[in-house]
């Protein structure tokens, strides 16, 4: 094995860009001529349109042109790429979602004006001085006040304000409600999963380019998904073929799904520099980005759970309001559904689980996936559910979920909810993670932190999540409108280095450095001798992108695949250069040789062949080495892992401090368990700032009252501990060549149940048996109040 | 407009400047020093952190012509002029202390400062001193972990180091 | 940002004059005014930079007091005043982060009286004046609720006179998102009895807690303060906590300062 290849801890190559202030991300492109764009976007959350006046802004200093709805009456709408079928086996309602805002404004900071000039400064400046007359509605925010039949519509061409009522498995409803009335123990709890903001660190960007001359667009863009922006913008927006229109993600900093969406201002951006003749600049401030960046989350669910009287889980019932703010976004309706009902059988044997949405419009900002995606709300609603029935039980959780745990030889195992998990050894990540946490001590150090005033308590959280997103063919069942497979191109040069072209993106995940370890691995050459090509749709393959922890699942299938074909073909090349039969062609460490003999031809020297094709069978075999492989996966995988987060209660305060927090995950083959390490930490850190920190709050009148960092929460250094991570307890996928499983998502899934359920116990362990559940943030206000509301 | 002077890296510039035009605006679009980035608006996140005359400063809160003729450091005159890492930043490729590279110029300046005023950091006195930096990637796990490795301390207990 | 015309005078006179004009404001440091500005909710004719002016700046020590140049950055009092009192450089080394402390300045921080800034506490806590080009104002007299101050169009604060205690120390508890206090206690304890200042929690800004004062002058211990409490009535309620519980914080915080203190 080549030193970088396959489990190696290689350092990441694009590091030294970023660390020496060399990165390129969208906004360091500064196109010659190019006009700044700033969008009047709506103060109130829902009103009546009744004039737009611009001509005092138009003829404002530096101001080019002003745009309006009108100016995109050729323009589609921002399409949806999920069509969700409700229990009924209707549609769910889709409406029309414009570019700008077309005779109503349905949230704060719906774009309603696109003002280009000269300086961006010019064209805040004009924005002020359009006259705009907007009839002020009442707005609805809340989910259950929107579902009443007397609510204010957000959309007035709909029946009502539900987008679906999906029920998943219909058919085990009866079964399930039957479970529950037989059961000898049913726990039931009512939860939030908060309404969060992704908030990457880099703000999104938007830089419209046309080319006239050959009636080419460019867009520069801050996306996971290039090639998903210019199908969806391209084919259902603005009626642009692919061959001419050209979309740029070049680094991009941080996305964790925020930058999945197509949006508004790309749209926008790509037209107006066409219809200008001149390169148009949009950058989002922070802002900004609060108001017009989609949001996450924000569930309302109430989830029972029906015990036999040995403690074995006969089924769970989950009844869900999820919100999908004034506009469905690219795939906000299948989080709520697909990404959550078919993890609600969680690692566990429940034989019935009945699951139920209603997803709501509301008047605030559009919510989609965010990492995690509706896996974090399936395993929140488990996690607490467990919890409290141990407690209710008085049984141990660690003892009941083990009791429940599916075994490690019951895999391939058929869940209730539609999926099938191919691997999995949850005793190993448990027995792992408490080994690793000391777990075995912890009423000592409980004592001790009494004796210093402080409530400690330790929460688990066992998760199962299904990524690596997806098999076409059954997304497809699912009212998916776009295949998931992910593709490679390996380009192999004449003196033997080699370019990978891929459809993924990497926005931090590091896959210029471990992408070629596997083609290093694979053909036994260095990793330097390979490099990747990303983010820009005319250089590479077209792909699905970078979201759902896919990238190495099946982006690195893919890549496999097209090694694959490389290395068959280069055989040939070698088989004919040693006067060798194909089948004797042995591959090892980039050399070809003749089984059992001492005949070798090195990897450039049949890459060079391959170009230089003087002596080749070209009578059977092109020239060139170049392959290009599409990997439709056969299946979800499915990562799982157990999560032990141990905390401190300051009584006086409830603040709560995070002592420790231990993560055994299984995530099947690792690549590089160092860049591997990082993701977990990323995804604790946000799962962690989910229980307790961070939250995007609404007032009554659809105002966004944490609408910048002095309000919205990100954790910070001193909010973090050390964490504890190890991979060691993996179970190979079983159907995809790596074996790997993925691990974006993972800490943001298992975390917050952690966390809670740590904090519960540090309450029940100092005699506040009366709380049961904290809703998320965990603020330290919180938990003073719970503490102090007997 | 006016043309604004400092010293930038050791060098010797100047750039035009409003009254309005901040310090990150005119490094980024009058230098073209496009490294330091600009994550907010509210002077919390810390991506836009330089030195002037020796002090992290939020460069997005401060005007230009504020600080007319001082000395400022940025991220791009933190490496030797042949690319050598300094002993931080190379810590921070060791660890995996970034992701998205986004927060890590500020990030780095802000560290560099801490090294240059407490030589040997705690873990505790590292996260306390990098509040004003926000990163959304690493958890600030493998940050610490660098900052602490480029003081000369041991982090063999704090996760998978890279391979050379 | 609105257009500005920028000016960075070298002398006290010369910036009293600049801010004779129309529309003119000053800047110190600028932590809190930039991103102000920046959200379009100042419109300044011209800007008049304080921080050029060397009269302005360092700490130096008048008898039983320690005075302050208004344009004294926090990081600079928390490194010069730590000698002579040192509950007050506690306090500034604890304001914002280190970048944020490096440019914010003392005399800004006063003068804009955000009632969730920390050094209103101190200054209200020291029994302090507060020296401008025009008078003396004791801080009793300077606080006058949220964003609110005694100062005039055109007056400068130049320094701060701070009576240097006893004892003293400062306990904050974040909010969480701004770092600014939710909730933050200064206690100090002079010849003549203890002073309390509450920070963060009311309506009307910085405040003494005349209860606890009365209570600690007799005996400096946090058991001198069991069985009070503030009233939550005028308290801050928003997301990051109620009335009752800022109430509560501020019982908890002086405790922890007179601990602290002690």
Not at chain 1, 254 to 261: H, L, P, R, V
Request: charged share 20%; net charge negative; aromatic share 6%.
């Amino acid at each position: 094995m080549p030193k970088d290849g396959i489990g190696a801890s290689t350092k990441r190559r694009e590091d030294i860009r970023f660390l020496t202030g060399n990165g390129r991300y969208t906004d360091d492109i500064n196109l010659r001529g190019q006009a700044y764009v700033h969008f009047l976007r709506s103060e109130v959350a829902h009103g009546r349109i009744r004039s737009i006046d611009t001509s005092a802004a138009s003829a404002m200093p530096g101001v080019i042109r002003i745009f309006t709805a009108e100016d995109f009456g050729h323009a589609g709408g921002l399409p949806c790429g999920w069509l969700v079928t409700d229990r009924f086996g209707e549609p769910m309602q889709e409406p029309k979602h414009p570019i700008l805002a077309e005779g109503k404004v349905r949230h704060v900071g719906d774009p309603i004006c696109g003002i280009v000039a000269e300086t961006l400064e010019q064209a805040r400046d004009a924005a002020e001085a359009i006259e705009l007359d907007i009839e002020e509605l009442p707005a609805v925010v809340d989910m259950r006040k929107a579902l009443e039949d007397n609510s204010v519509k957000v959309h007035d061409d709909l029946t009502s304000n539900l987008c679906y009522d999906w029920g998943f498995v219909e058919e085990n409803k009866e079964a399930v409600n039957a479970a529950f009335a037989e059961a000898a123990h049913v726990v039931s709890v009512e939860l939030t999963n908060n309404r969060l903001c992704a908030n990457p660190m880099e703000a999104r960007v938007a830089i419209g380019d046309y080319d006239p001359w050959n009636e080419q667009h460019t867009l520069y863009t801050t996306s996971q998904n290039p090639h998903v922006i210019r199908l969806l913008m391209g084919a259902f927006v603005l009626s642009l073929p692919e061959h001419k229109l050209r979309i740029v993600a070049p680094d991009v900093g941080g996305g964790f799904g925020s930058k999945i969406y197509h949006y508004a201002e790309e749209a926008f951006c790509t037209h107006v520099a066409k219809v200008l003749r001149q390169p148009v600049k949009w950058t989002s401030t922070r802002s900004e980005a609060f108001i017009s960046d989609a949001h996450a989350r924000d569930h309302v669910s109430k989830v029972e759970l029906a015990l036999d009287k040995d403690h074995n889980f006969l089924a769970i019932r989950s009844t869900t309001l999820a919100n999908m703010g004034a506009y469905l976004s690219t795939f906000a309706p299948s989080v709520p559904t697909w990404l959550h009902g078919t993890l609600m059988a969680g690692p566990y044997k429940t034989p019935l689980v009945y699951v139920n949405v209603k997803a709501v419009f509301t008047n605030t900002v559009a919510v989609d996936a965010y990492r995690g995606a509706g896996r974090p709300e399936a395993t929140f609603q488990l996690e607490r559910i467990i919890d409290k029935a141990a407690r209710e039980l008085g049984v141990d959780g660690v003892e009941l979920r083990r009791k429940n745990f599916i075994k490690p030889e019951q895999f391939p195992y058929q869940t209730p909810v539609a999926v099938e998990y191919d691997s999995g050894n949850f005793h190993a990540t448990m027995d792992k993670m408490l080994e690793l946490s000391n777990y075995a001590n912890l009423d000592k150090r409980v004592e001790e932190s009494r004796k210093k005033g402080k409530l400690r308590g330790f929460g688990i959280s066992q998760y199962i999540e299904a990524c690596g997103i997806a098999p076409s063919h059954l997304v497809g069942q699912l009212g998916a409108r776009a295949g998931l497979y992910e593709t490679a191109t390996v380009r192999v040069n004449a003196t033997g280095s080699i370019s990978v072209l891929t459809g993924c993106h990497s926005h931090g995940q590091g896959h210029e450095t471990s992408f070629p370890q596997i083609v290093a691995d694979m053909i036994g050459i260095d990793a330097s001798q390979i490099d990747i090509v990303h983010g820009d749709t005319a250089t590479t393959p077209m792909g699905m992108g970078t979201y759902g922890s896919r990238s190495m699942a099946v982006g690195g299938s893919a890549l496999v695949k097209a090694t694959n074909k490389i290395i068959d073909k280069a055989k040939k090349i070698a088989a004919h250069l040693l006067e060798a039969s194909e089948a004797d062609i042995e591959l090892k460490d980039g050399k070809f040789s003749v089984a059992g003999t001492d005949k070798s031809v090195d990897w450039a020297g049949v890459t060079l062949a391959a170009y230089v094709p003087h002596n080749y069978p070209l009578e059977s075999l092109e020239p060139g080495l170049e392959e290009t492989a599409f990997y439709d996966p056969n299946n979800f995988t499915f990562p799982s892992g157990c999560y032990g987060c141990e905390i401190e209660v300051d009584p006086d305060t409830g603040k709560v401090e995070i002592m420790a927090f231990t993560a055994a995950d299984d995530f099947g083959v690792v690549i590089n368990p160092m860049i591997v390490e990082g993701q977990v930490h990323g995804g604790l850190a946000q799962g962690i700032g989910q229980a307790l920190t961070e939250n995007c709050v609404y007032d009554e009148n659809g105002q966004l009252l944490t609408g910048s960092f002095m309000d919205y929460t990100m954790p910070r250094a001193d909010d973090l501990p050390v964490f504890k991570v190890d991979h060691s307890c993996f179970t190979p996928c079983t159907h995809n060549p790596l074996g790997a499983k993925g691990c974006g998502e993972a800490g943001a899934i298992g975390a917050p149940p952690a966390v809670v359920n740590a904090v519960i116990d540090a309450l029940h362990r100092a005699g506040h048996t009366h709380v049961q559940h904290i809703n998320m943030p965990v603020t330290p206000a919180r938990v003073w109040a719970a503490m102090n509301s007997k | 407009m006016n043309k604004i002077s400092m010293t930038v890296n050791g060098k010797s510039v100047s750039a035009d400047a409003e009254g309005r035009t901040l310090l990150s605006t005119y490094l980024r679009d009058g230098l073209g020093l496009t490294g330091t980035h600009v994550g907010c608006d509210t002077s919390q996140c810390g991506a836009c952190v330089v030195h002037v005359d020796g002090q992290v400063v939020k460069s997005c809160s401060v005007l230009a012509m504020d600080v007319a003729g001082a000395d400022i450091r940025t991220i791009e005159g933190v490496a030797a002029p042949d690319g050598t890492l300094s002993t931080l930043q190379q810590a921070f490729q060791d660890h995996h202390g970034l992701q998205c590279g986004f927060c890590t110029p500020g990030m780095i300046m802000s560290a560099a400062a801490l090294l240059e005023e407490n030589p040997k950091p705690s873990e505790a006195e590292i996260r306390h001193y990098l509040e004003g930096n926000i990163c959304r990637c690493t958890g600030y796990h493998n940050i610490i972990k660098a900052v602490m490795a480029a003081s000369g301390q041991d982090v063999s207990d704090m996760g998978t180091i890279a391979a050379e | 940002m609105y257009a500005f015309d920028f000016v960075k005078p070298a002398t006290l006179a010369d910036a009293v004059t600049a801010l004779g004009q129309d529309g003119a404001m000053p800047l110190s440091g600028g932590q809190t005014l930039l991103p102000t500005m920046k959200q379009r909710l100042n419109s300044p004719e011209t800007l008049v930079s304080l921080t050029g002016i060397t009269d302005l700046k360092g700490v130096r020590r008048e008898g039983d007091a320690l005075v302050i140049g208004a344009a004294t950055t926090h990081a600079e009092v928390a490194r010069d005043a730590a000698g002579d009192y040192p509950g007050l450089a506690a306090l500034a080394g604890q304001i914002g982060d280190p970048a944020v402390r490096s440019r914010g300045t003392l005399g800004g921080s006063i003068a804009n009286n955000d009632p969730s800034a920390c050094y209103p506490a101190a200054v209200l806590g020291s029994g302090a004046t507060i020296i401008t080009n025009m008078r003396e104002i004791s801080a009793g007299d300077f606080f006058q609720g949220m964003f609110a101050t005694a100062l005039e169009e055109g007056e400068i604060i130049t320094a701060i006179r701070f009576p240097i205690p006893e004892r003293s120390a400062y306990a904050k508890f974040h909010q969480p998102a701004s770092r600014f206090a939710l909730t933050g206690a200064f206690v100090a304890q002079y010849a003549g009895g203890v002073h309390v200042a509450i920070t963060g929690a009311s309506e009307s800004g910085v405040f003494r807690w005349s209860e606890a004062e009365a209570a600690l002058s007799g005996n400096f211990s946090p058991d001198a303060l069991n069985g009070l409490s503030v009233p939550a009535k005028g308290m801050i309620g928003d997301l990051h906590g109620t009335p009752e519980y800022r109430a509560h914080l501020a019982g908890v915080m002086t405790r922890r300062a007179v601990a602290a203190a002690s």
